[in-house]
């Protein structure tokens, strides 16, 4: 996979893309991550890439041309996902991380200031992604993020192939406890189920945990979810419990 990154500020990439899983995929040349900064496709004389917003109001905006001229020299008649960090955009999720890892070639549109012409939204970008409902200084810190999520899903990145599989949000569900040596700590001791060497019994109560941890912590996630019988039994148990578990109002 190829992904350009388009931003004021390349240096910010250098750490995160230096280090890591980021660096070994690199290394693995199962992708490359390269950095331009949108002012070298500036043709004003003073690198300027943004201008005051027509009708007045606080802030810069970010100026069509070096946008589309940078993205036009990197596709040479390619037509990539275009992907603009923006708070306005679609909430990133696992499953977005999962559709884009199917791509050959993303390109990722980090704005600083108050925000972007609209002809660059309308006319240039694929995709609008938010990482959430807050606002940064500017779109580094998102793309990286995204980036991230979506380069550990390729094939060869991590070291065990199905090492990302029953990450949260992988199945819909939030990942189970992991416990490692020593068996016991502190009088802190790890769940017997997982040194009695029988895998059937393993599996049902990491995925017993899994459904656990999600009602306890996000059972908004049940919304969005087709649960197996057994899955919903042990769901519907979890409820019951809970409700004997909650006082009486008078």
């Known amino acids: 996979m190829n992904i350009h990154v388009l931003s004021l500020f390349p240096d910010m990439f250098t750490g995160v893309f230096g280090s890591s899983i980021l660096k070994k995929a690199q290394e693995k040349e199962l992708v490359t991550l390269n950095v331009s900064d949108i ?21 810069m905006v970010l100026k069509p041309e070096p946008m589309f ?5 990197i596709t040479q008649g390619r037509k ?40 660059i939204r ?39 192939e199905d090492s990302h599989i029953h990450d949260s949000f992988s ?20 769940p017997e189920v997982l040194t009695s060497g029988n895998h059937g019994k393993i599996e049902e109560w990491r995925e017993e945990q899994s459904i656990k941890r999600t009602f306890e912590r996000r059972p908004d996630l049940f919304e969005h979810i087709e649960l197996t019988k057994r899955q919903q039994s042990f769901l519907d148990k979890l409820k019951n419990e809970n409700n004997l578990q909650k006082p009486k109002q008078l």
């Not at 300027?48 to 009708?55: A, E, K, L, S, T």
């Not at 001229?69 to 020299?73: D, G, L, S, Y």
Request: net charge negative; aromatic share 8%; hydrophobic share 35%.
């Open 122 to 160: 309308e006319f240039l970008v694929t995709d609008e992604i938010s990482i959430g409902d807050f606002v940064l200084t500017g779109g580094e810190l998102p793309a990286m993020t995204v980036i991230d999520a979506v380069v550990r899903l390729l094939p060869g990145v991590l070291g065990q």
């Open 69 to 73: 001229q940078a993205v036009e020299q």
């Open 171 to 190: 199945t819909g569900l939030l990942e189970h406890p992991h416990y490692t040596r020593p068996a016991d700590f502190r009088g802190m001791k790890v």
């Open 80 to 119: 990539p996902r275009i992907i603009l960090m923006c708070p306005q955009g679609e909430r990133f999720t696992q499953k977005k991380a999962e559709e884009l890892a199917k791509e050959e070639e993303l390109i990722f549109l980090c704005g600083h200031y108050e925000g972007y012409d609209e002809r």
């Open 39 to 59: 002012r070298d496709f500036s043709d004003n004389k003073h690198k300027q890439v943004d201008d005051y917003p027509y009708g007045g109001g606080a802030g």
